[in-house]
């Protein structure tokens, strides 16, 4: 699928939404109070460096509401811009497949029941918060609303995952790929650029990786290091390197560059809020970065893919 233009010269997902939907599609975040196996000792404890308390979801509505309030109270700011879109329910805080069958179905149902116009389902997970009676779920679900599944791995690399304390494999985020594929449930992934162990060609070598696994998606995160989190407390005793705008913008851009044209990309950088972000302050101005980004491409003649081929045949 090939969605670029001029200004915009990769797959972007408000582009993808429009095509696939005739209109505009926001995803509305919803908090069905999670917990994550990589801070409960079903995989690990104290959960990923950067985590924050929100469980990476500082935006991901009140895990105290109903999903209903959750979901009016986004609706409400999202209809005074437009009152002409369509609604995607996000279970974006900690781990969204994370419980029994019989609760995850009834959250699911009840989300996509809230309102006429929600036509999908987004379901941010880790693979081993799978299983075959999840995968059925998410089969059945998959036949009869939109769905796609947000797969967390970050990075490749077996050091930064231990670094980063991730508490699962590469096999195993390689196998749940394949397993939801095998359903033809559609995958988007998330990476991040920024640990200061790694360099730019081992954040390329991610999305190489990921080029031959059969995505339909990905999120590319800056690393942020957030107030209270173990890697935001490292900083702040030993601080390290962190990424400039322009190495981040430059590193963006060489992986769009590389990226599967057919993927379509859903995320470029990331934003925390300010009030917990510790570094990198200029990653507040995420406009800037997305225009960072847009320019370097146009200013190469560049585009999402143009190495693509080239990489693919090495
Ligand atoms: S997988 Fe997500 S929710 Fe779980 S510890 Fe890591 S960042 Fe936090």
Redesign the pocket.
């Known amino acids: 699928m090939n969605l670029m233009t001029k200004e915009k010269p990769y797959n972007t997902l408000n582009a993808f939404y429009r095509y696939k939907f005739g209109k505009k599609v926001f995803k509305i975040p919803l908090n069905g109070n999670f917990t994550?196996?990589?801070?409960d000792g079903k995989s690990?404890y104290?959960?990923?460096i950067?985590?924050?308390e929100s469980?990476?979801?500082d935006y991901a509505g009140n895990k105290l509401l109903s999903l209903k309030d959750q979901f009016e109270q986004v609706k409400k700011m999202m209809h005074n811009k437009w009152n002409d879109g369509l609604y995607i329910a996000y279970f974006q805080?900690?781990?969204n497949t994370y419980g029994t069958v019989k609760r995850l179905r009834y959250l699911y149902e009840t989300a996509l029941s809230l309102d006429d116009k929600i036509i999908g389902l987004s379901i941010?997970t880790?693979c081993d918060a799978l299983n075959e009676e999840i995968y059925d779920l998410l089969s059945e679900l998959n036949e009869k609303t939109y769905l796609q599944i947000e797969l967390?791995l970050q990075s490749i690399h077996d050091e930064t995952s231990t670094f980063i304390?991730?508490?699962h494999s590469l096999k195993c985020f390689d196998e749940a790929v394949k397993e939801l594929r095998k359903r033809n449930i559609e995958v988007v992934v998330h990476i991040i650029n920024g640990f200061h162990i790694e360099t730019k060609e081992d954040m390329l070598a991610t999305v190489k990786h990921l080029n031959k696994l059969n995505i339909q998606g990905i999120k590319i995160h800056l690393l942020h290091l957030i107030k209270n989190t173990k890697l935001g407390n490292m900083y702040l005793k030993t601080p390290f390197k962190m990424l400039t705008l322009e190495e981040y913008v430059d590193i963006t851009v060489a992986q769009i560059e590389i990226l599967n044209p057919n993927i379509i990309i859903h995320r470029l950088t990331g934003d925390a809020p300010k009030e917990l972000l510790i570094e990198p302050q200029w990653s507040l101005k995420k406009f800037v970065v997305m225009n960072e980004i847009d320019k370097l491409l146009r200013s190469k003649n560049s585009y999402q893919g143009i190495k693509y081929l080239k990489n693919n045949l090495r």
């Open positions: 994550c196996p990589n801070k690990g104290g959960g990923c950067y985590c924050s469980g990476s979801g805080a900690n781990t941010g880790r967390g304390n991730r508490g």
